[in-house]
């Protein structure tokens, strides 16, 4: 299966993560070699790498709420499974606070945004307790996969990642 993912960076400040493009490709391979049944052949994701200001104009727009957020994901419309899979915004201020928060390097988490936010746009959710569990097994599993430890295992509880499908 090949899938085209296209990385914008629209903050430079991302940069200090190192090679994002690397770094996403790796995530989203990952997380298809886990769930890529779900995946149109060919298909077409976009990442875009923004400031807080950005994505928190995105969520007010989108979800209606007035503030920034670590990750949003904007789906395809309802039965398109390719060529477009759909967006991924991350907001560099946000993810870098909760990353140095955890004690978590900036790349290992940005991989779990991304990680996280494909499993949205492929039909994951936490809107229930069942479904929490189900999609932090996957991300737990997919990020064992790429060499990061468990997220959920210090301070960063599935609820508050406040991500959107």
């Known amino acids: 299966m090949t899938i085209v993912v296209d990385v914008e ?5 991302w940069l200090a993560a190192g090679d994002v493009e690397s770094l996403a490709q790796d995530a989203v391979a990952a997380t298809l070699r886990r769930v890529g049944t779900r995946v ?17 104009s995105l969520n007010l727009a989108w979800r209606n709420k007035d ?16 060529p477009l899979l ?12 909760e990353a140095r928060e955890a ?4 790349r290992d988490h940005l991989s779990h945004m991304i990680v996280h936010g494909l499993l949205h746009l492929l039909g ?3 809107e229930s307790a069942v479904d929490a569990e189900e999609m932090e097994g996957l991300e737990r599993r997919i990020l064992v996969d790429l060499g990061i430890d468990d997220p959920y295992a210090g301070t960063m509880p599935v609820e508050n990642l406040s991500v959107s499908s």
């Open 124 to 126: 994951f959710d936490h």
């Open 103 to 106: 004690g978590r390097s900036l």
């Open 9 to 13: 960076v629209a903050d430079t400040a």
């Open 40 to 56: 149109y052949p060919d298909a077409e994701i976009s990442i875009r790498l923004c400031n807080d200001d950005e994505i928190r």
């Open 67 to 82: 503030k920034a957020t670590n990750v949003l994901s904007f789906p395809a419309p309802a039965g398109n499974r390719g």
């Open 86 to 97: 759909g967006d991924i915004v991350v907001a560099f201020a946000y993810v870098s606070e």
